[in-house]
């Protein structure tokens, strides 16, 4: 069993940055594969990027979301860079057992899920 607790949400400016974390229990999640998704109001839960062997983006937040892991504090990052009034969503971390060579983009394909975190921009 995958603990997953996500942080660094909150309210930021138009162009502002944040930084999502998502900590994890359990050593084992070294070798799963970390997605991050998004949900805004009245839309469907959205793929914005996965980390596995390599990294992937969604076209959207390609060159300005960086994701990244630290194995040593079992905690993968979401860096995101000029932040639109778009990218207002909640923002959930997932994880699967395994690493693969695809970016794995849908919601199904994920067992453990945080709890989310929000993130609003202003415009």
């Known amino acids: 069993q995958v603990q997953l607790v996500e942080s660094g949400g909150g309210l930021v400016q138009a162009g502002d940055s944040l930084r999502l974390s998502c900590a994890a229990s359990?050593?084992?999640?070294?070798?799963?594969?970390v997605g991050w998704f998004r949900q805004a109001p009245g839309k469907e839960r959205e793929f914005v990027a996965s980390?596995?062997?390599?990294?992937y983006y969604a076209d959207s937040v390609k060159g300005r979301f960086t994701i990244s892991r630290d194995n040593a504090k079992i905690t993968v990052y979401l860096q995101m860079n000029s932040l639109n009034a778009e990218d207002t969503a909640v923002y959930y971390c997932?994880?699967?057992?395994?690493?693969?060579?695809?970016?794995?983009?849908?919601?199904?394909?994920?067992?453990?899920w945080g709890q989310g975190t929000q993130v609003t921009v202003s415009s």
């Open positions: 997932a994880a699967d057992p395994g690493l693969y060579y695809n970016k794995r983009s849908a919601p199904e394909e994920y067992k453990y």
């Open positions: 359990g050593r084992t999640f070294t070798t799963y594969i």
């Open positions: 980390i596995s062997y390599n990294t």
